[in-house]
């Protein structure tokens, strides 16, 4: 029996990138907060706590002084900058690239004074958004789906951005029916703000999904680019199963006529805990 990893799947650029840099400042052995769960991932996180990673809250970090906190790959609004240099804190920046980048020029729209409405495609409250929203102050307007579109005025104009882990071809689609619907001669701009790393994962992961009679999508509960990618999976191939880690792995369901079994997850989904579950599997024999 065939047991694949897929090799497209695990950490994007950005969360290695924050968790090499969590890693580097507790092998010093001074404490560290990281303001937030550093990844989407139980297990991850638990890894890191058992290094020296402390998790917080924003409320927790408001009370914080003369400290070292990391901030994560989603980015922060301003506020959480300004209570750093207010209490003397010392900021590991981890931001995506990618999220520091539509984050200016979000702020930069906002700073026009032109009246336009920001729009940002996303899922509320997730940790990018509302670093995103921050730098409106709050005021840009957040969509889930086409469906709520409604909260837009299409005779004001309109700035469309959108959370980097959201579906491309959603967004096109949005793209589209607000062009449709914006009033005659009022001006609506928008930017492809979708990192690329991710959106191409999709193609990919459907391909590796059609691939084995079987397949296992490792990732954390709270992972919103996970669940894009376990439906991607799911609808190319049913026999699709959501894991968060190997002892969810149900056995019973490796027959002798499963003869290849995949192995796949999301940018959250740490490759070691993916090698756990094929390790798990491989220990089968029939």
């Given amino acids: 029996m065939l047991v694949e990893i897929d090799k497209g799947s695990g950490f994007c650029f950005g969360v290695t990138t924050a968790i090499r840099k969590a890693e580097e400042e507790l092998s010093r052995g001074v404490p560290l907060y990281s303001l937030g769960d550093i990844v989407h991932n139980g297990e991850e996180c638990e890894r890191l706590r058992q290094l020296g990673l402390i998790a917080i809250d924003h409320e927790q970090f408001r009370h914080l002084r003369d400290v070292r906190v990391l901030l994560r790959a989603h980015g922060e609004p301003p506020e959480t900058y300004a209570i750093a240099r ?18 200016k020029r ?18 509320k409250g997730h940790a990018e958004v509302l670093g995103l929203m921050g730098q409106t102050g709050g005021e840009a307007i957040v969509i889930e789906s086409i469906d709520e579109l409604d909260r837009i005025d299409f005779t004001r104009p309109v700035r469309l951005y959108s959370q980097t882990t959201k579906s491309l071809a959603e967004f096109r689609r949005l793209v589209e029916v607000i062009q449709q619907r914006m009033a005659p001669g009022v001006e609506f701009r928008y930017s492809d703000t979708i990192c690329r790393q991710v959106a191409n994962r999709l193609e990919n992961i459907r391909r590796f999904a059609a691939s084995h009679d079987l397949v296992f999508f490792v990732c954390g509960r709270k992972s919103s680019n996970g669940r894009v990618l376990l439906e991607a999976c799911r609808e190319t191939n049913p026999n699709t199963h959501h894991v968060e880690d190997a002892s969810q792995i149900d056995l019973s369901l490796i027959t002798p006529a499963v003869h290849s079994v995949g192995i796949c997850g ?18 089968l024999s029939f």
């Fill in 86 to 103: 207010a209490n003397n804190i010392e900021l590991i920046d981890a931001t995506c690239p990618v999220v520091l980048s539509i984050q």
């Fill in 106 to 123: 979000i702020a930069r729209d906002a700073r026009a004074g032109d009246g336009a409405q920001i729009v940002i495609f996303g899922q």
């Fill in 266 to 283: 999301a940018t959250s989904t740490p490759a070691w805990l993916m090698e756990a579950c094929r390790e798990k599997i491989s220990s």
